[in-house]
């Protein structure tokens, strides 16, 4: 077998059971003849150029699926969210990634995280300003394209330049083994993940949505504040109105949430276990409630794993602008799963993607993707809050 040969099968292998779309060996390449393709299920899969490669190897050893990187249990874990209401407000649970990234820039350092334009398109970024933050905070279910950040990231740390890095543990992982080296001035944030789906999957159900609302997504923000702090609404500013749409109800969400949608790689994820390869790790502190109600807060509250000196130093600043609790490690992994195992792959996931390009989207979303009758949700979605709790209280 050549070396072309060997660079290829790795390619190919990786691409049907692991790769995780982080893309290391795409900016690791010196020739650059690995091209970012879209795989049948809507997902970006590396692809080798064969008349360009030299069969240096350098993609396979920048990969993090075939070679670990150096993982860390945490030295403390806390419940933690922002004192900063404004900044709470704009954040998926507690706002902690926000108040390390405001340090950062404060400090004349940039700031990688994921954006999502308006057009719906998820992806990694760079900025380096602070009003630009808000660009960076809240969740996007989507998989996010690394594009050349991890080549961006080289260059500022060349520079001496304070970087942080955040992004899925996966996408750490590929900086590392991307970097191959430690840098002093390199931090990293990781988030709590449930998998991922397709940018083309999402791509297509707005197309969907829209037609259905009768009217353009002008801007979609998942898990919204607006209308019950700490919950599961999305905010869909259209062309004509704004709706909010409690994400059970919603079929895009439903299927992610139930697991359909997700990337291969996913459900054997390798990043799913107590060891960790960032800093830091950030999630939703799902539980709070039952074990520190006294610390439960309305606009959401983080889990945070300390997993280095690096993250201390980290927390050494930030202490200030954040309410800490000292929390049990047991209990954040009891209600939030993904800290140690890989999301389970359903049965449907069998047929979700090969359907998806065979039916109409239409048709794939009324059956592939439909929600069954959620009278809760629906009581939710469309009596008020304060409503629900008058009822509420005159039953107790």
Known sequence: MSVKEHSIQMIDKLEKTKCTGCFSCVQKCPKKCIDVVMNVEGFLVPAVNMELCIGCDLCEKACPQLNPVIKNEPINTYAAYA??????????????????????????????????????????????????????QGSKYVQSNTGTVYEQVR????????????????????????????????????VVCHGVPSQELFDRYRVWLEKKLKSKIVHWSFRNKEKEGWAQIDKLELSDRV????????????????????????????????QRCADITVGDFWGISIHYPEFNNVYGVNLLLINTEKGRLILERIKGEVELLPSNYEFMKAHNSGLVYSFPKPIQRKTFYRD?????????????????????????????????????????
Do not use: W
């Open 155 to 190: 260059e500022y740390l060349q520079r001496d330049k304070i970087v942080l890095f955040s992004g899925t543990p996966c996408q750490v992982a590929g900086l590392h083994s991307y970097l191959g080296k430690k840098h002093n001035n390199l931090y990293t944030v990781e």
């Open 356 to 396: 998806f390009k065979k039916k109409t989207i239409d048709a794939f979303v009324k059956q592939n993707m439909k929600v069954p009758l959620n009278v809760q949700e629906i009581i939710r979605q469309y009596v008020p809050k304060k409503v629900r709790s008058i009822v509420k209280n005159k039953k107790d």
């Open 243 to 274: 709706i909010y749409r409690r994400e059970r109800l919603d079929p895009y969400m439903y299927a992610y949430l139930k697991g359909y949608s997700l990337r291969e790689s996913c459900y054997t994820c390798q990043y799913c276990c107590s």
């Open 83 to 136: 004192k900063e209401k404004a900044i709470i407000e704009k954040s998926t649970s507690g706002g902690v990634f926000a108040v390390i990234a405001a340090n950062i820039l404060k400090d004349g350092g940039v700031v990688f995280g994921v954006e999502m334009t308006d057009d719906g398109i998820v992806r990694t970024c760079a900025i380096e300003k602070p009003e630009n933050l808000y660009k960076l």
